[in-house]
């Protein structure tokens, strides 16, 4: 039988198998979207904490940038504690997201297993885990991102009232902090998921096998 391929490698003429190193994309793409939706559950926990941090951080820069439209001035002090809370707020949201990250990788330490005697190299599962990372970071960010913004409004709209809130409402600011959240609760969840999907990758194919999860 005649091999499709023309280009045979020495690993493959030596009578070994060949190790998949990358994928296409549409492949990878697909594989992602099935694992999510096989863990849906699991997928929306990990995803809860990069929502809540962005939904906290959007209201969080909303208030600020609200406040100074309308009053013009904000109080050192007052500034100064809502960058303190948003700082920790973004300690909070990372810590979580490894945590949940690190527990959704270790559960799949057998198909990690799996994958790796068919052939994957490890470069193989950290790319299709932050590629399946990246899509949690942009739906959950902008969820959160627009549970922030209406929170707040809601917030700003009981204490300021609808006419003056509406004339003094900073579209500019509001999208420019809108961007930032999202891009930063993306970053957030990537980098997260860095270390748990490393640690999944080095594991030897028959310790992932015999792991009980």
Not at 23 to 41: D, E, H, S, Y
Not at 189 to 195: G, K
């Amino acid at each position: 039988m005649r091999r499709s391929s023309k280009n045979i490698s020495a690993a493959e003429k030596e009578g070994k198998i060949g190790r998949i190193s990358q994928l296409p994309l549409r492949v990878a793409l697909k594989f992602t979207f099935q694992n999510m939706r096989i863990r849906f559950g699991r997928e929306v926990l990990a995803a809860g904490g990069t929502f809540l941090g962005t939904a906290f951080l959007m209201a969080t820069f909303m208030l600020n940038t609200v406040r100074h439209a309308i009053e013009k001035e904000i109080p050192p002090d007052i500034q100064a504690r809502a960058i303190w809370i948003a700082s920790v707020a973004l300690v909070v949201c990372t810590i979580g997201i490894t945590n949940s990250m690190l527990i959704a990788v270790s559960e799949r330490f057998r198909e990690i297993g799996t994958m790796k005697c068919l052939g994957a190299l490890d470069s193989l599962i950290v790319r299709l885990f932050l590629l399946e990372a990246l899509f949690l970071g942009i739906s959950a960010s902008l969820g959160g991102a627009i549970l922030g913004f209406v929170s707040s409004f809601l917030v700003h709209w009981g204490r300021y009232g609808w006419g003056e809130l509406i004339a003094h409402l900073p579209v500019g600011g509001i999208l420019q902090n809108f961007l930032l959240v999202f891009i930063i609760g993306v970053a957030l969840t990537v980098i997260a998921t860095i270390w748990p999907a490393y640690r999944a990758s080095r594991l030897p194919a028959a310790a992932a096998l015999r792991i009980e999860v």
